[in-house]
């Protein structure tokens, strides 16, 4: 178990080369999160420009499951305000 900080504005990496877990939405203040995913080792998504990268981008549950046949890396980006998640591997 791991907390990780999502600073507003910014894609944050809070696993790398993984294929299974979870991640939970610790914070109770209302805070928007997205998620998306870059097989392991490839660049982070593009900081300019969030929501134009390859991969799928999509609102991140309270609870959300990773499950992936290759290993990869998740990355959150905090739309409204800073917040923080859990997260299990």
Same mark, same amino acid.
């Given at each position: ?13 809070? *696993?790398? *080369? ?12 209302p ?8 097989? *392991? ?21 309270p ?15 905090? *739309? ?10």
């Amino acid at each position: 178990m791991e907390l990780v900080e999502c600073v507003k504005g910014t894609w944050t990496k809070v *696993a790398s *080369a993984v294929t299974m877990g979870y991640i939970h939405v610790s914070n109770t203040d209302p805070t928007v999160f997205y998620q998306t995913w870059r097989n *392991a080792g490839d660049s982070a998504p593009p900081e300019d420009k969030p929501f134009s990268i390859d991969g799928q981008v999509r609102l991140l549950e309270p609870v959300d499951e990773i499950i992936s046949d290759i290993p990869i890396d998740v990355y959150i980006y905090a *739309a409204d305000r800073t917040g923080i998640v859990r997260v299990d591997l």
